[in-house]
């Protein structure tokens, strides 16, 4: 294990996670921060020459589209169902009294 974390890098991520732990919980958080910090450094010996840096797993192309009517809006289907029309709009009865 490379990489060695002292006591008060725990209690500064212990007080920045907002976390309360035993002395045994500290030793055990020491070990797994080492033994993630060997893992970074065992993934920089990776050769990523030539690999280009990606922001989602899949492509993404032209997410930003513009926006196209397909299918109208169907407002004259959803007017045939109202009980009671005037123009474009349902008619609806009063529902404050004043």
Do not use: W
Request: glycine fraction near 6%; aromatic fraction near 6%; proline fraction near 4%.
């Amino acid at each position: 294990m490379a990489n060695i974390i002292s006591d008060e890098t725990i209690e500064y991520v212990g007080i920045l996670a907002k976390l309360e732990l035993d002395s045994e919980e500290k030793e055990q958080a020491k070990k797994d921060m080492g033994r993630m910090l060997d893992y970074i450094d065992k993934l920089n010996e990776l050769d990523t020459d030539g690999v280009e840096p990606m922001s989602h797993v899949f492509p993404v192309n032209n997410v930003f589209r513009e926006d196209e009517v397909c299918n109208g809006d169907g407002r004259e289907v959803t007017l045939a169902n109202a009980p009671e029309r005037k123009e474009d709009s349902f008619v609806v009865p009063k529902t404050i009294v004043g």
